[in-house]
């Protein structure tokens, strides 16, 4: 497949040069023909690159090997319909002077390209709205830059009104104020959050309203935002595995497991059977508690908190499967590089299957008030409305872009750990309004019921890691006894599991859609960048979209509905 895309790439763009990195297809551009290609890639019809994943940058200063610019642009593009996976390089000769914009072509061009210009500094001409985004309005310097100091603290002193942007957003809407006040109606400008129970105090959702209609809307976000990246540049590759944990809190362990199959897809490392089913057992289970968690609080924002118990009861029951199968509750770093932390215990398979149960039960009852609801059809049916081009156009994956017709799934269309030989169906909705968005999850549920249960027929005995200590540690019989297990473990400990040098992206199907993490390896222990290409985060980008020109009561439902998890959404 990749072969072909390799192909038609060398005869659109010859001057370019193309080479193939895992599963991508990585081409370096020109900075004078980026928006020319980036078009072409789009419209060509046959490329379709109609989804731009990620933008990310790298800062080479202090990389052991010379680089011809000190910065550089990455471009993260999918055409999903063919599951091309396609990365475009772009050399940053200046800073200052930087790229331009690509915010005309993609949606998703929009956020990204100011998260690359708050963290490196990298300017991007023809932007609208270049400022920044997870640092705060008043923060000095770039913290993802080589030579920046992260021992200085910055505080924000005065919150930022956001008012240029809103008058600049309802003038793009067609909105003339004074022609408001002409008919004796006035704008007026109203704060959703931070501090306000639907945003959890991580998101800050800025109106211009007419009345209780959203004229325009702006969002502020970076509330949560703990430097991620920056930690993971100075710890080993399997001290980043409890910072996965923290990015979706609501489903940690399938960021566990998206983070350590990114790194073992460039070790080249296999790891046992049974340690692949013991992934998919915890991932799909791990999936079903981000959407109990997603559909009780959606349907308490529409007052259904009969929903929240039947839904909420049945997931805070399962943590306790969770803790014994894995030895915490919310976050478990159960995960290592090569396998996982240890087995399963004796007889969880009949502990797994009465919670499956349950949780059946539990989301039939909440079916049953839902699906013949007048108040639950009326508020959500037509509300919100994200046809799929803009959900593409915004990087919108998972079941929100599924919700809006998109039948895209990784686990179908690039199946890992045998996804390919369970029987599954992917839920897509018709008209990806909040009901579509509430629904798909509820059927995503059963589907991921049914591979569990497969799963559990399908699992194999044997080892939970690969017997190679240069990336597992040794036994401890080994370590006490012999000077070589010593040895490899002290050096595993301190020096870290060794990557050889490149730079890769890998994905995975996380609760929210496509999890990504794009990785910069100088050969060390440690990882000379890492950067995580959250679904949220677009998700979150596209929000506006689907607000304006909906009531206040509205906004405050589709919130909930696109399920946005701050520790994912800021890192």
């Not at 209780?212 to 970076?222: F, H």
């Not at 995960?335 to 240890?342: E, H, L, S």
């Not at 799929?388 to 915004?394: D, K, P, R, V, W």
Request: net charge negative; aromatic share 12%; glycine share 8%.
């Amino acid at each position: 497949m990749n072969e072909t895309l390799t192909d038609k790439l060398g005869v659109l763009f010859p001057d370019n040069r193309c080479r193939q990195v895992l599963d991508s297809i990585v081409m370096d551009v020109a900075p004078d023909t980026l928006v020319r290609t980036m078009e072409r890639l789009k419209t060509y019809p046959d490329l379709g690159f109609t989804m731009l994943l990620d933008i990310t940058a790298v800062d080479y200063l202090t990389y052991p090997e010379e680089t011809s610019t000190r910065f550089k642009v990455v471009y993260v593009l999918r055409n999903w319909s063919r599951n091309w996976l396609l990365q475009v390089v772009v050399e940053v000769a200046d800073p200052e002077r930087g790229l331009p914009s690509v915010s005309t072509i993609w949606g998703a061009a929009d956020w990204a390209e100011r998260e690359v210009y708050d963290q490196y500094g990298i300017v991007f001409t023809g932007h609208p709205d270049l400022r920044r985004i997870l640092n705060h309005w008043q923060f000095k310097g770039h913290p993802l830059r080589k030579d920046y100091d992260i021992r200085q603290g910055q505080i924000c002193f005065e919150t930022d009104s956001l008012e240029r942007e809103i008058r600049a957003r309802l003038a793009t809407k067609g909105v003339d104020e004074s022609t408001m006040r002409d008919i004796n109606t006035e704008m007026m400008f109203l704060n959703l959050g931070p501090s306000h129970p639907a945003t959890h105090g991580a998101i800050r959702i800025f109106t211009a309203l007419d009345g209780e209609t959203i004229m325009a809307n702006v969002n502020e976000i970076g509330y949560l935002h703990r430097g991620f990246e920056k930690t993971a540049e100075h710890r080993t590759y399997n001290q980043v595995i409890p910072l996965t944990d923290r990015l979706n809190y609501c489903s940690a362990l399938l960021n566990n497991i998206a983070y350590v199959k990114a790194v073992e897809s460039w070790l080249g490392l296999e790891i046992t059977e049974r340690a692949m089913f013991m992934r998919v057992v915890l991932s799909e289970f791990f999936r079903i508690q981000d959407h109990l968690v997603c559909l009780a609080a959606n349907l308490v924002d529409m007052g259904g908190l009969t929903n929240y118990w039947y839904l909420y009861n049945e997931k805070e029951a399962s943590y306790d499967l969770i803790s014994r199968l894995t030895g915490a509750r919310l976050t478990s770093s159960f995960t290592r590089i090569g396998g996982m932390y240890r087995d399963f215990y004796e007889g969880w398979e009949a502990d797994m299957e009465h919670q499956l149960a349950a949780i059946e039960k539990g989301v039939d009852d909440s079916l049953s008030l839902v699906l013949q609801n007048r108040i639950v059809h009326d508020r959500t049916q037509g509300t919100c409305l994200l046809p799929a081009e803009t959900a593409l156009s915004y990087g919108f994956t998972g079941p929100n872009l599924r919700a809006s017709g998109v039948a895209f799934d990784l686990r179908k269309d690039n199946p890992y750990y045998h996804y390919d030989a369970f029987d599954f169906n992917v839920p897509v909705g018709s008209t990806g309004d909040i009901y579509d968005r509430i629904m798909v999850r509820f059927e995503e549920i059963f589907e991921s019921i049914k591979i569990i249960r497969q799963a559990m027929k399908m699992i194999p005995d044997g080892d939970i890691f690969v017997f190679d200590h240069r990336y597992v540690l040794p036994p401890k019989e080994q370590v006490y006894n012999r000077i070589e297990g010593l040895a490899n473990h002290f050096k595993l400990i301190f020096e870290g599991v060794k990557v050889s040098a490149g730079e890769w992206y890998d994905s995975f199907e996380a609760a929210n859609g496509e999890l990504g993490f794009y990785f910069v390896s100088d050969g060390s222990g440690r990882p000379y960048k890492l950067k995580v290409r959250p679904p949220c985060f677009y998700a979150m980008a596209g929000f506006h979209t689907m607000v304006e020109g909906e009531m206040i009561a509205d906004a405050v439902i589709n919130l909930g509905s696109i399920n946005i998890i701050g520790g994912e959404l800021d890192r």
